[in-house]
């Protein structure tokens, strides 16, 4: 398989690039990252070229299709930036952000397979489980910026023809190696297994909803779905046991040996989550399904934190 990976130096990326089989072929795009051809290189993994390119810059769009080609086997589409506060203060630069780079490569390129994470947040607003059919009316920036990156990938399959194939999957989060410090498991475990102390803050009641699934678990789904027979689908990729942030700070802490942790809470939300997404999908049509515990996952993530590897 001929693959080309968008945001191959982000959280998820990178572990894509640890996993995917020797006989994909994966040009992996990076924008900013510095370190990330010495990632790469330290794979060891001949099967991968790391390319500089900010899809965001139509000249760097246009060179990378020069250099590389516009037909590929398949794209697996994780490039994006997830920021809900700064897309609610900034709504246009956080379009520019996550659907204007996709516009780009969609306007050069042809591929037999496209696969697009988008996010669980499209279903801002909604109550309860969700499935793909449910009725979409997000207000919320960064949500509204990845429902129309979706609609873009149906025109360009459906009207211009050049996604032969194409899946929508709404991702609810994974948590593990190299994600970035700033994210609820990453600042779990530094608070209470790096810096030994049993206290977290959380902004808001604690009561919005978290369904995310270790690292190894999405990459898997990710291989299920590049090499399956389902398309033109849209699916929610989901872990399947959704807690409150509050549920999940203590669960975290009796994971890392806390008999108990002292919550704050002061201020409020960024975003509202009511919802978790349905499994069913990913089940019946790629035999998926989360297989690491949260305390296997947290301490899997815990020892690589521990061991010093940087995050990315």
């Given amino acids: 398989m001929h693959l080309l990976l968008t945001g191959a130096s982000g959280f998820l990326g990178r572990n894509v690039l640890l996993r995917a089989p020797a006989g994909w072929q994966i040009v992996a795009l990076y924008a900013r990252d510095q370190g990330f051809p010495a990632f790469v290189a330290g794979l060891n993994r001949p099967n991968v070229t790391a390319v ?3 899809l965001g810059n139509l000249d760097d769009t246009t060179a990378l299709i020069r250099e590389h080609g516009a ?3 398949a794209c697996l589409y994780l490039a994006g930036k997830v920021d809900i506060p700064w897309s609610v203060r900034a ?3 956080d379009l520019l952000a996550n659907t204007v780079p ?3 490569l969609l306007e050069g390129v042809q591929a037999d397979k496209f696969v697009y994470f988008s996010s669980g947040a499209v279903y801002d607003g909604l109550i309860g489980e969700v499935s793909p059919d449910a009725r979409l009316a997000p207000t919320l920036p960064y949500a509204i910026s990845k429902l129309a990156s ?3 990938l149906h025109f360009h399959h459906r009207r211009r023809h050049s996604i032969g194939n194409y899946l929508v999957v709404r ?3 994974a948590y593990g190696p190299y994600e970035a410090p700033h994210k609820i498991y990453s600042r779990l475990i530094h608070r209470f297994a790096v810096d030994g102390d049993d206290r977290y803050t959380i902004y808001g009641d604690g009561t919005n ?3 995310a699934m270790f690292v190894d678990d999405a990459v898997d789904a990710i291989e299920r779905m590049l090499t399956g027979d389902h398309w033109n689908d849209t699916v929610n990729l989901a872990g399947g046991c959704p807690v409150t942030v509050e549920e999940l700070v203590r669960a975290v802490g ?3 040996g806390l008999e108990s942790v002292r919550i704050e809470k002061q201020g409020t939300a960024n975003e509202r989550n009511d919802f978790w997404g349905s499994v069913r999908e990913m089940k019946e049509l790629y035999g998926f399904a989360p297989r690491v515990s949260l305390a296997d996952g947290v301490s899997r993530f815990r020892d690589f934190l521990l061991a010093g590897h940087h995050v990315a």
């Fill in 171 to 173: 991702f609810f989060g």
């Fill in 91 to 93: 709504p246009k630069d």
């Fill in 209 to 211: 909803l978290i369904d």
């Fill in 254 to 256: 009796k994971v890392l």
């Fill in 150 to 152: 979706e609609r873009y």
């Fill in 52 to 54: 500089k390119c900010d």
């Fill in 102 to 104: 996709l516009l780009n």
């Fill in 71 to 73: 037909e590929w086997d």
